[in-house]
């Protein structure tokens, strides 16, 4: 059997990030992974310290031994908490490299942040900069808006008619084993007020429709069956609509506490597409965001 692969959390010590890091502690507690704790102390930060007190200033060595000291508390109570073993990584620099650096390093299955920070992890997971970070990154990527007091119960998966959506799935049931699944899939017709301007009639668009959706269903089901669930344990939601809404309307209906959205890299466009949908979740919805890779755990 395949040992699990290391867990990553990164922090800047913010409440958010502190709900991360103890996310992460229990996922690798229920799976037998690795954890690590990372802080990176931002370049610019030091930087401009040193632009006003100059290089080598007593502060500065203060303002890297206060980091060590919190990330070293930090890492002492999960280990109280969880019973596990915590390594602990320090950095300074550029963050989003330094993080993918040693996530690649490690060899990582997973890397956690929290959804918003007092500094770097703000922009982190808001706007550009949480694109970029989930673009290049090559393992899955847990955003984590809730405190971590229980297992994941209930997990949205939003499914596409993409190859990926099995490793989302296999993600999901490998993070949440015990949650039930909500399978949800959003379709449209395409270019359907064109086509009503161009005078197709309402049946056929209504045909259209109908098709749309039979399409949907049957490959959340088949999707399913492939993957070896069983028709208890999850909940198939075909909704026609734009996936970004959907996902929230259905994370809220469902009292969904994790969405899994899927990135499978084959295009720019495809990875603009991600990042709105990601973007939309994050700032609407309240759950924890997972968006998953191609690569399996």
Request: net charge negative.
């Amino acid at each position: 059997m395949n040992e699990p692969a290391p867990v990553l959390a990164a922090t800047d010590f913010s409440p958010l990030s502190r709900h991360a890091a103890d996310r992460a502690a229990r996922l690798a507690q229920e799976t037998g992974a690795p954890l690590s704790l990372m802080h990176v102390t931002p370049a610019r930060a030091l930087l401009e310290l040193r632009q006003w007190l100059g290089a080598g200033h007593a502060l500065e060595q203060q303002l890297l031994a206060d980091a060590r000291a919190q990330l070293a508390a930090m890492a002492d109570a999960l280990v109280a908490r969880h019973g596990i073993d915590v390594r602990t990584v320090e950095a300074a620099g550029a963050v989003l490299e330094a993080i993918d650096d040693e996530a690649r390093q490690l060899g990582a299955g997973l890397l956690v942040v929290g959804a918003r920070g007092a500094g770097f992890l703000r922009r982190l997971v808001l706007g550009t900069t949480s694109e970029r970070l989930v673009r290049r990154s090559g393992c899955p990527v847990l955003v984590v808006r809730q405190s971590a007091h229980e297992p994941y119960r209930h997990v949205l998966v939003g499914v596409d008619l993409s190859p990926g959506a099995a490793q989302m799935l296999a993600l999901a049931r490998h993070v949440a084993p015990q949650a039930r699944l909500v399978l949800l899939s959003a379709y449209q017709v395409p270019f359907q007020d064109k086509l009503r301007f161009a005078g197709v009639d309402a049946a056929t668009v209504e045909h259209y429709r109908r098709q749309a959706r039979v399409r949907a269903t049957q490959h959340v089901h088949a999707l399913a069956a492939r993957e070896g669930l069983a028709a208890a344990a999850y909940d198939a939601v075909i909704v026609e609509g734009e996936a970004s809404q959907r996902i929230v309307e259905q994370e809220q209906e469902f009292d969904c506490d994790l969405v899994v959205l899927g990135k499978h890299g084959r295009s720019a466009v495809e990875d603009l597409l991600l990042g709105s949908v990601t973007q939309h979740v994050l700032a609407e919805g309240s759950a924890d965001v997972l968006v998953a890779t191609a690569r399996a755990l």
